[in-house]
C-alpha cells in the first residue's frame, strides 16, 4: 500500500517526472468522511497539448470534471464528447473519453451558479466552465486538449 503525503484537506503531490518530449505531474485526493478517492496524473507535451487522466474509486454515483476555461476563448460544441474552444490565433480541441459528455456553462444563475469569474470581491462576471458528466459506472475519464496553446486555455487569465 502506497503512503500518501497528505495536507490538511486530504490532497497531495505524488510527484512531477519528465518524460521523453514532456512532463508528467500526478496527485491524489482522499477525502476524510468519504469513499471516493480522485487520482490525477497530467502529462504536458509542449507544441501538442495537454493530457489528463482522472481515476475515481469508490464512486457509487455519476461525477463531474470542471474545466475553466480562459476568456480569449469561446466554445463550439462538435459532440457530446469533444469542445473546440477558439481564438483569434488558435483552435484547440478537447475531448473526453467514452461514459463521459461535454456539458458548456457560462453565466448561468439557476439552478445554482455555473460558469462565473470573480476577479473582484462581490464581482462575478461570466466564464466558460467546461463540466465532462460521467456516469456511475465510469472509473476514469480521460481528457485532452490538443493544439496550442493548451495550458492557456485552461489556466485563468
Known amino acids: 500500500e502506497r503512503h500518501y503525503?497528505?495536507?490538511?484537506?486530504?490532497?497531495?503531490?505524488?510527484g512531477l517526472t519528465k518524460?521523453?518530449?514532456?512532463?508528467?505531474?500526478?496527485?491524489?485526493?482522499?477525502?476524510?468522511r468519504s469513499t471516493v478517492k480522485h487520482h490525477r496524473t497530467a502529462t504536458l507535451?509542449?507544441?501538442?497539448?495537454?493530457?489528463v487522466l482522472d481515476v475515481v474509486e469508490g464512486n457509487k454515483h455519476g461525477f463531474s470534471i470542471w474545466w475553466q476555461v480562459g476568456q480569449r476563448f469561446a466554445p463550439e460544441q462538435a459532440s457530446t464528447r469533444q469542445v473546440d474552444l477558439k481564438?483569434?490565433?488558435?483552435?484547440?480541441s478537447v475531448k473526453v473519453s467514452a461514459g463521459?459528455?461535454?456539458?458548456?456553462?457560462?453565466?448561468?444563475?439557476?439552478p445554482r451558479l455555473l460558469g462565473w469569474r470573480s476577479f473582484d470581491l462581490n464581482k462575478l462576471v461570466p466564464a466558460v466552465a467546461l463540466e465532462a458528466r460521467c456516469s456511475a459506472t465510469t472509473k476514469w475519464i480521460q481528457t485532452h486538449f490538443e493544439g496550442?496553446?493548451?495550458?492557456?486555455?485552461i489556466i485563468p487569465n
Open 5 to 14: 503525503r497528505r495536507s490538511f484537506d486530504g490532497s497531495c503531490l505524488n
Open 19 to 32: 518524460k521523453p518530449g514532456g512532463f508528467e505531474i500526478s496527485g491524489t485526493a482522499l477525502r476524510e
Open 45 to 51: 507535451i509542449p507544441r501538442y497539448g495537454l493530457r
Open 87 to 92: 481564438s483569434s490565433l488558435s483552435t484547440l
Open 100 to 110: 463521459c459528455e461535454f456539458a458548456v456553462h457560462k453565466g448561468v444563475r439557476q
Open 148 to 153: 496550442a496553446p493548451a495550458v492557456e486555455a
